[in-house]
């Protein structure tokens, strides 16, 4: 059995920077409310006059990635692209990919775990490479939530929260020993998919009924969420992902030497990093700077991480995230 490793990182974000002052000329919302409650000071959105896509930031990201891992694109086997915000309903976004970087006919999967879709595509991708199927594998987390957020009073609850980016990484074969990922632990609980979602339009109720309805009061087509709701649940899988990842390794919490939440909101991570007794410079944060990036959000905090020296040969890095479906997950890394 072969194990996989990180071989390159890569991140992309719009320039555009939308600050809670911003926000607070299209919706009654203020920077204190904003920063209180979620560390958020500012996020990326698209500016719609530069024609950015979701698949567009992926792009970016992954060109950074495949040359960081001294590779080209002929070299990539497989593409696994999670986003919940792809530039078209169907097909997804990973064919996107595979065409705008001009990629040999290599497959491509589409990954729906919403925030916790990094955390399952690098555990898919370690599987195809622990099977000896492919050998190097493009990974990527991308998210364009700005172009489907209600900028009104009504949608404030969520619109504030969430921004635009992309990571991607090159997750390749190694045959250093102990090195790479050590494990990845997966969950989902579907009874509270409700809780935070976008239902519609979809095929439960599709655009025809949607426009016959004519309800000017229908918000299925904005997302949901039930924050305090989310907020508990979150606290309590988020902990038990990462204790899952340590105790599959054998690893204490004073083993991490970096842990990189979902950027979903700084509350859940600083109460995590409390939880474990993690000093401060062993927990990364940066929603400060970019709101929720869903699935782009672990990516994204991995390779900043990475660039300002953060993580180094030999590190245990602990990533791990909570989201829509209810899903969550952690994988465990020895640099
Ligand atoms: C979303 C979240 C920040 C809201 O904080 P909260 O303390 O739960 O706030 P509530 O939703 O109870 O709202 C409190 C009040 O603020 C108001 N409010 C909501 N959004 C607001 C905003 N952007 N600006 C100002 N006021 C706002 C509400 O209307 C409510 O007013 P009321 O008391 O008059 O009814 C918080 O619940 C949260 O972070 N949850 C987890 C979110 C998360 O992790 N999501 C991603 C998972 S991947």
Same mark, same amino acid.
């Given at each position: 059995?072969?194990?996989?490793?990180?071989?390159?990182?890569?991140?992309?974000?719009?320039?555009?920077?939308?600050?809670?002052?911003?926000?607070?000329?299209?919706?009654?919302?203020?920077?204190?409310?904003?920063?209180?409650?979620?560390?958020?000071?500012?996020?990326?959105?698209?500016?719609?006059?530069?024609?950015?896509?979701?698949?567009?930031?992926?792009?970016?990201?992954?060109?950074?990635?495949?040359?960081?891992? *001294?590779? /080209?694109?002929?070299?990539? #086997?497989?593409?696994?692209? %999670?986003? =919940? @915000?792809?530039?078209?309903?169907?097909?997804? !976004?990973?064919?996107?990919?595979?065409?705008?970087?001009?990629?040999?006919?290599?497959?491509?999967?589409?990954?729906?775990?919403?925030?916790?879709?990094?955390?399952?595509?690098?555990?898919?991708?370690?599987?195809?490479?622990?099977?000896?199927?492919?050998?190097?594998?493009?990974?990527?987390?991308?998210?364009?939530?700005?172009?489907?957020?209600?900028?009104?009073?009504?949608?404030? *609850?969520? /619109?504030?929260?969430?921004? #635009?980016?992309?990571?991607? %990484?090159? =997750? @390749?074969?190694?045959?250093?020993?102990?090195? !790479?990922?050590?494990?990845?632990?997966?969950?989902?609980?579907?009874?509270?998919?409700?809780?935070?979602?976008?239902?519609?339009?979809?095929?439960?109720?599709?655009?025809?009924?949607?426009?016959?309805?004519?309800?000017?009061?229908?918000?299925?087509?904005?997302?949901?969420?039930?924050?305090?709701?989310?907020?508990?649940?979150?606290?309590?899988?988020?902990?038990?992902?990462?204790?899952?990842?340590?105790?599959?390794?054998?690893?204490?919490?004073?083993?991490?030497?970096?842990?990189?939440?979902?950027?979903?909101?700084?509350?859940?991570?600083?109460?995590?990093?409390?939880?474990?007794?993690?000093?401060?410079?062993?927990?990364?944060?940066?929603?400060?700077?970019?709101?929720?990036?869903?699935?782009?959000?672990?990516?994204?905090?991995?390779?900043?991480?990475?660039?300002?020296?953060?993580?180094?040969?030999?590190?245990?890095?602990?990533?791990?995230?909570?989201?829509?479906?209810?899903?969550?997950?952690?994988?465990?890394?020895?640099?």
């Amino acid at each position: 059995m072969y194990s996989s490793k990180i071989t390159g990182l890569g991140y992309f974000v719009p320039d555009n920077v939308v600050t809670n002052d911003d926000l607070s000329q299209w919706m009654d919302t203020n920077d204190e409310w904003i920063q209180e409650r979620t560390g958020i000071k500012e996020r990326r959105w698209i500016d719609p006059k530069t024609g950015e896509t979701t698949s567009t930031m992926a792009v970016k990201a992954s060109k950074i990635a495949i040359e960081r891992a *001294g590779l /080209t694109k002929d070299d990539i #086997d497989f593409i696994i692209f %999670a986003t =919940l @915000s792809p530039d078209m309903y169907f097909p997804g !976004g990973g064919v996107r990919v595979q065409d705008m970087l001009d990629m040999p006919t290599i497959g491509a999967l589409d990954v729906r775990n919403q925030c916790s879709g990094f955390i399952y595509s690098l555990s898919v991708a370690d599987q195809f490479i622990k099977t000896g199927m492919y050998k190097n594998i493009l990974v990527i987390g991308a998210e364009n939530h700005s172009g489907g957020l209600e900028k009104s009073t009504r949608g404030r *609850g969520v /619109t504030v929260i969430f921004g #635009d980016g992309a990571g991607a %990484a090159v =997750l @390749s074969r190694t045959e250093e020993k102990g090195k !790479g990922i050590l494990s990845s632990h997966l969950h989902s609980e579907g009874k509270h998919a409700k809780e935070l979602a976008l239902e519609g339009p979809a095929t439960q109720r599709w655009v025809p009924e949607i426009i016959a309805e004519n309800d000017p009061n229908d918000v299925s087509y904005f997302p949901y969420m039930n924050g305090q709701f989310v907020f508990k649940h979150a606290v309590v899988r988020f902990s038990e992902a990462i204790v899952e990842g340590l105790q599959a390794n054998n690893l204490q919490k004073e083993d991490i030497d970096m842990l990189i939440p979902h950027q979903a909101n700084l509350r859940i991570a600083q109460f995590i990093q409390k939880k474990f007794g993690l000093p401060d410079e062993n927990v990364y944060n940066n929603i400060q700077r970019y709101g929720n990036t869903t699935a782009a959000s672990v990516i994204i905090a991995l390779t900043e991480a990475w660039e300002k020296g953060k993580i180094n040969d030999g590190d245990l890095v602990v990533l791990a995230a909570f989201g829509s479906g209810f899903t969550w997950g952690s994988v465990v890394l020895r640099w």
